[in-house]
């Protein structure tokens, strides 16, 4: 097992060697001379150090304005900073700045292994809550999203008589994620997203249709009467409102990425869409993307919702590429167009299964 990392940082060699010696035995011991270097063995070290030994009187930059440092980056709360003092002078101003302890010199070998021992314990233990609670409530955001999706599976049952393959869908977005992630243009903007919660947002985009009377949701648009319309399209606004209440104590990402997904999925690329208008990069990119699979969906299983096509029949894989393709640039982001008419063979092998 390999041990964890303890950054010492002392101007004196003599006691950075006793610290050493009476630590190396259970950790792995970084050494830094003064500050400056400290601070750059930090930046390197950041996410596996697990605890730092700072002497607070050094020349070039000391203790209290590396701590100063390290509370304004927000490192002391995920490493533990234990001060090397030979007086409490510091003490006060020290704790404000996040210093958990601190261990004066002459050093006492027991009284060092304790202190560092017990810190280091603590933040295992911290990180294994930290990590607990995020599982529970990933597990939570999933389950939910789980349940709202047999929701509208249930709405399209109800009205086609068949339930919409919204796993399809996921897939297809997953697909579409996984290689857009990659694209020069989209690799920056995937740096932010949750790519997991945008895959899980199309399970659930259309949730706003449990508003909708069934009498108008096998209407196609051409038939219905103005006010009609607006019931039908603002699915999109109740879809978002319904999450932004159900989904109050889930984390902000993951909800943004739904409530995304829900009142911009029926924009287009040339501002013709509804409810906002938005233009171009002006969609948020989930609703980009889940745009384009939802609306091949809508092609070849004859949803009239979403079929961009004046009739409401079904139309083969082929016949569908072809007009998502004619598509591009009014309707759709032409670079996700492109690459979703390159995955066109593992999209059909996806919808045949």
């Known amino acids: 097992m390999e041990k964890q990392k303890i950054l010492v940082v002392d ?10 010696n009476t630590l190396e035995s259970d950790y792995d011991l970084i050494e830094a001379q003064n500050g400056l270097e400290a601070l750059k063995i930090i930046n390197k070290y950041t996410t596996s150090l697990s605890l730092i030994l700072l002497d607070i009187m050094m020349p070039e930059l000391n203790g209290i304005d590396v701590l100063r440092f390290l509370k304004e980056n927000g490192i002391v709360s995920s490493i533990p900073v234990i001060l ?24 006492e070998p027991k009284i060092v292994k304790a202190r560092v021992n017990s810190h280091i314990e603590l933040k295992n233990t911290r990180e294994q809550l930290e990590a607990l609670l995020v599982h529970n409530i990933n597990k939570a955001e999933h389950d939910w999203i789980t349940t709202m999706g047999v929701i509208v599976n249930a709405v399209e049952f109800k009205t086609l008589k068949k339930v919409k393959k919204y796993s399809k869908i996921r897939k297809v977005v997953s697909l579409l994620v996984d290689n857009l992630s990659t694209h020069k243009k989209f690799e920056d903007e995937f ?12 399970t659930i985009y259309n949730i706003g249709k449990i508003f909708v009377p069934d009498s108008l949701l096998f209407k196609k648009e051409d038939y219905l009467f103005e006010d009609e319309l607006k019931i039908i399209r603002d699915h999109t606004i109740n879809g978002k409102d319904l999450i932004e209440l159900c989904m109050k104590d889930f ?25 906002e208008g938005l233009k171009g990069d002006e969609i948020p990119l989930v609703a980009r993307i889940i745009t384009i699979v939802d609306v ?7 949803r009239p919702e979403s079929n961009p096509i004046s009739h409401a029949e079904t139309v083969s894989h082929m016949e569908a590429l072809k007009i998502i393709s004619e598509k591009s640039g009014t309707d759709f982001d032409p670079e996700i167009t492109e690459v979703f008419l390159d995955l066109e063979n593992e999209i059909y092998k996806i919808y045949e299964k």
């Not at 210093?99 to 002459?106: E, G, L, N, Y």
């Not at 091949?296 to 004859?302: A, E, G, Q, T």
């Open 251 to 275: 984390s902000d990402d993951y909800k943004n990425m739904c409530k995304d997904a829900c009142l911009y999925h029926h924009e287009k690329w040339d501002g013709s869409g509804y409810p």
């Open 191 to 202: 740096l932010l997203l949750d790519k997991n919660a945008l895959s899980e947002a199309a």
């Open 11 to 20: 101007d004196s060699e003599f006691n950075r060697k006793i610290l050493v």
């Open 84 to 107: 090397i003092t030979a007086a409490d002078s510091h003490e006060e101003h020290a704790l404000q700045l996040g210093a958990v302890d601190f261990i004066t010199k002459p050093f």
């Open 296 to 302: 091949y969906d809508s092609l070849i299983n004859k």
